[in-house]
């Protein structure tokens, strides 16, 4: 892909401000709403004379809230997903996810002590009767084993056990236990029912967290991929282990993709294709083309390699928001360490800059392991890009994004040397996580300001 800037224009994604502002004020309404709800149903009162139950009745409510909070933050809903980026998604979706299964059981337990305390009885047979006589407690029950099994497999310890298909497929569930926890919160909690507000409130959230699944996540994808009819054009060895894929389609000027974003990729070539990946995009989109770039890293990535001309390749997304839009100066400071190169070599196609207003750093272990080299210093030649290769092992005895030929300076006086006024730049930075966080590191020691630090991580 030529690196000369194309002359289609290319419809791009937008982002406003207020977009973020207006996603969290939302969330953070909905989790007071909910406890106004409460109170207004005498919580307050009632903890005082029934303690157990009404607390249970405030934690099962806000534990609900959060669980349909959950599955809007992972719906994919453009203005959220280009807001906040997946993985500061996927972070705040592990902290609802965590907090709400958390609520969930202080709800079982404290509404069992309540209902125990007062029909006077063990709090076992209360529970036994609670689950087996009071309506949809027992559909309420098989969600809860759902919902506990998600939360179990998202453990760090536990998901780095499993394969991430494996880990994708258990978390599919969490649709399964929000379903089957919602009848019984219509049928007994009567904190649903109590007003017409209280049932308003809860049909419109269920509605549109349902509605936002399957606008965004089911019916987006099908229409752009049935729009756009991608297919594999050709692939390419790009160096060891890594092949560049291009790919062709319809009205790609008319897809709102941006450098440094990326798709969910499944290319129908044999068994197992459903398996999605997820692939940025290695070149900036010019409205006839798209290139993703692939380390062999197991199965799903080394297949690429075999892909044939003409196979069909459907997408979710684009996703991400290291792009132009984060922007906030006009000089760039560019950080890759390996196949993190991919978002930053399209940037850097991309973003308009001066000559001398953008650098690069490539962070490699050899000489061979550089990508794009040819392309790099075309772009350095046409643009006045720096480009600064980094080569060498990694340094044993201390946190370093530097090869550990730069030790005993310190990173971020290397840095200094290298980019004097680094503070006055966009720094966007793709890598593996501890190298990322190093790097991350030395740019706020540096003094760049956090709204200027861009970073895309390759693993959820
Ligand atoms: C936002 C993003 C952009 C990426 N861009 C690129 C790119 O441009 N070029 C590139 O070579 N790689 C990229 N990756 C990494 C790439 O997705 C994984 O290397 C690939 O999915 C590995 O799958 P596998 O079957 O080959 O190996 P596996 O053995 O299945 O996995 C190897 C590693 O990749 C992780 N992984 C596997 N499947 C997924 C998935 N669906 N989502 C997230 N992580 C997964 C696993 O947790 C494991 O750590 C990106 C990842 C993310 C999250």
Request: glycine share 10%; aromatic share 10%.
């Amino acid at each position: 892909m030529s690196t000369t800037l194309s002359a289609r224009r290319v419809a791009r994604p937008s982002v406003r401000a207020w977009w973020r502002d207006a996603a969290g004020l939302t969330a953070w309404s909905s989790v007071l709403f909910v406890v106004a709800l409460w109170v207004s149903g005498r919580g307050v009162q009632d903890l005082v004379s029934d303690f157990f139950t009404s607390a249970g009745r405030l934690t099962g409510l806000l534990s609900a809230d959060l669980l349909l909070l959950q599955l809007l933050l992972m719906a994919r809903i453009p203005w959220v997903e280009r807001s906040y980026g997946q993985d500061e998604l996927a972070r705040r979706h592990r902290i609802a996810g965590f907090t709400s299964i958390t609520l969930l059981a202080a709800h079982l337990v404290l509404i069992t002590l309540g209902y125990a305390a007062t029909d006077r009885s063990g709090v076992l047979g209360e529970a036994w009767t609670l689950v087996t006589t009071y309506p949809g407690m027992l559909l309420a029950a098989a969600g809860t084993a759902a919902l506990g099994m998600v939360a179990v497999t998202s453990v760090r310890a536990a998901r780095r056990r499993l394969r991430y298909e494996s880990w994708h497929l258990l978390h599919l569930y969490a649709y399964l236990g929000a379903g089957l926890a919602l009848p019984h919160q219509l049928w007994t909690g009567a904190d649903f029912t109590a007003s017409p507000v209280a049932t308003a409130f809860w049909w419109t959230a269920y509605a549109a967290a349902a509605g936002a699944v399957l606008v965004f996540r089911v019916g987006r994808p099908i229409w752009l991929n049935a729009r756009h009819r991608l297919v594999v054009e050709q692939v390419v060895p790009e160096g060891r282990g890594v092949v560049s894929v291009y790919l062709r389609g319809r009205d790609l000027d008319r897809l709102p993709v941006a450098a440094g974003q990326f798709f969910v990729w499944r290319f129908a070539d044999g068994p197992g294709w459903t398996r999605g990946k997820p692939f940025s995009l290695s070149a900036a989109p010019d409205g006839s083309r798209l290139r993703i770039s692939a380390k062999d890293l197991g199965p799903g990535s080394r297949r690429l390699a075999t892909l044939r001309p003409g196979t069909r390749a459907f997408f979710e997304g684009p996703y991400g928001r290291l792009t132009a839009t984060v922007r906030k100066g006009r000089k760039i400071a560019l950080f890759a360490s390996g196949i993190g190169i991919t978002p930053l070599r399209a940037l850097l196609e991309e973003l308009p800059y001066r000559p001398g207003e953008a650098v690069l750093f490539q962070r490699a272990g050899h000489q061979a392991d550089l990508l794009f080299r040819r392309e790099l210093e075309d772009l350095a030649a046409r643009r006045g890009v720096r480009v600064h290769y980094l080569l060498g092992r990694r340094s044993r005895d201390r946190t370093s994004w530097l090869p550990a030929g730069y030790a005993p300076v310190p990173d971020e006086q290397v840095l200094r040397h290298l980019v004097p006024d680094l503070a006055a730049h966009d720094v966007y930075v793709c890598g593996p996580d501890a190298w990322t966080g190093a790097v991350l590191g030395s740019a706020r020691r540096a003094g760049v300001p956090a709204d200027r630090i861009h970073c895309e991580r390759f693993a959820w």
